[in-house]
């Protein structure tokens, strides 16, 4: 795992200090909110619809139990015992106190953790598939270019003021578990005629204009990649559209200019930057890359796993629905699930981050991740420990059999914390979980992914859920929009509109009435959700939402 | 023609813990809306937001909420004030937890 150098401990240390003094000086009157505003976003801390809100980065979403356990302190210490794990690979905590900020990122910066470029208008945390270095399907590992981009990124004087934030995904499979063309940069690592490289996509993104991004490099050697971001985020950084910031994000340069042109600027500007990338930053990346070396794999018999999964239909639901397959003998990728159904989607209390943190370090390898879907994985365990992981996972309400099941939803904060949103999120999620639940249907309905989001911004993912809820406000009531189709791996696709919206209470009856209409429809049960949609089209759905009359109308008008 | 004024209440958010409050009519900020100052008069309404908007270094971002008059004080119209006066509808740890 990356470990900081004295540079990196230096450069941290001195912004905390900082800080310090800015939230001092808000305190005793000598800077107002206008001029503190900008000075807290640069650390992290927004101030939301009940409290401060701290969002801190989990670089490409890797953690050291020691880090996690840190969190937890955190959890425990300055807010309310829990902390809400984000798509994006950060933690954001919902109730500290201003006065106690300072501390907080000091007490990170112990375990080397910050919360620096977590927000303005600058290169966002970059986040990374979340079975970096251990998924049987991986060409090469992501984290260390993460890293790279991190290192290049963090206060790159350039980079600081930019039309619109901007947000780089890396993945090394051809499995994208990184969404990566739905960010400003995507990368998709792979090799070429024996030289590493990077397929680089641009111009995807969510909120309120939805797109897919375009490949604008098939492959840039290794060697050559830090100088070809730099090149495409300084043509944007230019082009990009400062009058509107509806409109300043890349996606909008790359549909307004097309990619050609853009490919041309990035050229053109790459050639004069090249020669000022000395090498340095090989040199960098190989130093890094040896910090993310694998761990030693043991060859252990795996017949207590066999044992188990045979006797124990509990574990087996779990195995079978939570293990992902490891690229060494005898180990597995175990996700833990953080959507206990009627929970909050997420979220961890402090204990449970202990448990995961203690587990991580007895069988582990030390290592956790946090996925995009908002889950915790354990990268590295051997199927031989399984057994004894899920009985400490059970004991602590981490055992829930359900990754990637209609209860394994995607929500952002909304309005029950959000002060952007125009809807709530939540308990949506929490009422669609609980449902399901009672109908026992979950394993039977199979993959199917539902992401909500309070409001046009989309942190919640809905654009690429299979099935997406987008919370609106109509007139002063909370309405929900739905799409289907959406897709967030590497056959990424946009959800499409069914059509109105529904009230909170009709929305959980209408999910019903959709799943209804699949396992009606599906052509037999290794056909998914997303195969029925898109084998079928929105007619039978839409017949299901509003029933015949009204599906037929919509269809001619 | 103008739009008629309707019942609001100055509402922003504490500096020091990001809670919720309203101004009251003895000036305090309280986080129940049960004790906010309704405003019925749109100048002074307008006062009143001049006036809280000056006390930098006690609340942040405050504005004019509106209201609804009810027989136990203000009630909100709109389900984001809503929000705001009983916290996160998750599970009871919010306000609903505290007050
Ligand atoms: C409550 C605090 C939050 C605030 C104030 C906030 C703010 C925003 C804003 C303003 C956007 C729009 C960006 C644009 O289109 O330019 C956005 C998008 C996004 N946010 Fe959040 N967000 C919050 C929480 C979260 C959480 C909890 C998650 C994860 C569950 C998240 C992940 C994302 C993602 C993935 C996008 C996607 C849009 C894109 O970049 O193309 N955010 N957020
Ligand atoms: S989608 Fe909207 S409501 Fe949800 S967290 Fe993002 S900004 Fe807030």
Not at chain 1, 479 to 496: F, P, R, S, V
């Amino acid at each position: 795992m990356y470990s900081y150098s004295d540079f990196d401990h230096a450069f941290v240390t001195e912004r905390n200090r900082q800080f310090r003094q800015q939230v001092e000086r808000r305190i005793d009157g000598s800077l107002t909110e206008d001029e503190f505003k900008p000075l807290r976003l640069m650390n992290g801390l927004y101030l939301q619809l009940h409290a401060y809100m701290l969002r801190v980065a989990i670089p490409y979403g890797t953690l050291s139990s020691r880090q996690m356990h840190r969190l937890a302190d955190l959890a425990e210490q300055y807010d309310k015992g829990y902390g809400h794990f984000t798509t994006r690979q950060n933690i954001q905590y919902n109730w500290p106190e201003l006065r106690d900020i300072p501390d907080m990122l000091d007490a990170l910066a112990e375990v080397q953790m910050h919360a620096i470029q977590t927000s303005g208008n600058t290169i966002r945390n970059v986040t990374a598939d979340h079975f970096a270095g251990a998924a049987a399907d991986e060409v090469m590992d992501p984290r260390p270019v993460a890293e790279l981009i991190r290192q290049w990124s963090t206060d790159h004087p350039e980079f600081q003021a930019m039309p619109r934030k901007f947000k780089i995904a890396v993945t090394g499979s051809a499995n994208d578990r990184a969404v990566i063309k739905a960010h400003d940069i995507g990368l998709r690592l792979h090799e070429k005629d024996g030289v590493a490289g990077a397929e680089v996509v641009v111009g995807g993104g969510m909120g309120r204009t939805p797109m897919i991004g375009k490949t604008i490099a098939d492959h840039v050697p290794m060697a050559d990649l830090l100088p070809y971001l730099e090149a495409v985020v300084s043509v944007w950084n230019l082009l990009g559209r400062r009058d509107n910031k509806y409109k300043a994000r890349i996606k909008i340069t790359v549909h307004e200019h097309g990619i050609e042109d853009i490919r041309a600027r990035v050229e053109e500007v790459y050639a004069l930057i090249r020669p000022t990338f000395t090498g340095v930053d090989q040199t960098l990346y190989d130093t890094i890359k040896a910090q993310f070396a694998a761990p030693s794999f043991t060859k252990r018999p795996v017949s207590a796993f066999d044992d188990h999964y045979a006797k124990d239909p509990v574990f087996r639901a779990w195995a079978d629905t939570n293990l992902h397959p490891h690229r060494a003998e005898g180990y597995a990728i175990a996700q833990i699930s953080l959507k206990a159904h009627g929970e909050t989607p997420g979220d961890a209390t402090a204990e449970q981050m202990r448990v995961m943190a203690d587990i991580a370090r007895d069988f582990g390898h030390d290592e956790l991740r946090i996925s995009h879907e908002q889950n915790v994985v354990l990268p590295h365990v051997h199927k031989a420990d399984l057994p004894a992981i899920h009985a400490r996972l059970k004991a602590h309400g981490l055992a829930t059999a359900n990754i990637g099941l209609v209860s394994d939803i995607i929500a952002c904060p909304g309005m029950d914390y959000c002060a952007l949103a125009t809807a709530r999120s939540i308990p949506i999620a929490q009422q669609i979980a609980t449902r399901f639940d009672e109908l026992k249907l979950e394993h039977e309905i199979g993959e199917l992914k539902i992401k909500i989001s309070g409001c046009i911004n989309a942190c919640g993912h809905h654009h690429v859920g299979h099935i997406g809820i987008l919370g609106l406000d109509r007139a002063g009531v909370e309405n929900y929009q739905i799409t289907l189709g959406g897709d967030h791996t590497e056959t990424l696709a946009l959800g499409e509109r069914t059509g109105p919206g529904f009230s909170a209470e009709e929305i959980v009856p209408a999910i019903e009435r959709l799943v209804g209409a699949y396992l009606d429809h599906r052509a037999d049960r290794d056909e998914t959700f997303l195969a029925t949609y898109r084998r079928l089209g929105m007619a039978p759905f839409k017949t299901a939402l509003y029933g015949e009359q009204t599906a037929k109308r919509s269809k001619a008008a | 023609m103008p739009r008629e004024f309707t019942p609001k209440v100055v509402t922003a958010n504490a500096l020091l813990s990001g809670e919720v409050v309203y101004l009251t009519a003895n000036d305090d900020w309280s986080p129940r809306l049960s004790e906010a100052e309704i405003l019925t008069d749109e100048a002074h309404a307008q006062l009143r937001l001049i006036e809280a908007s000056a006390r930098q270094s006690e609340i942040v971002g405050a504005y004019l909420a509106d209201m609804a008059q009810c027989d136990d004080g203000p009630r909100p119209t709109h389900f984001r004030e809503e929000f705001r006066r009983t916290g996160p509808s998750n599970y009871a740890h919010g306000k609903q937890a505290d007050l």
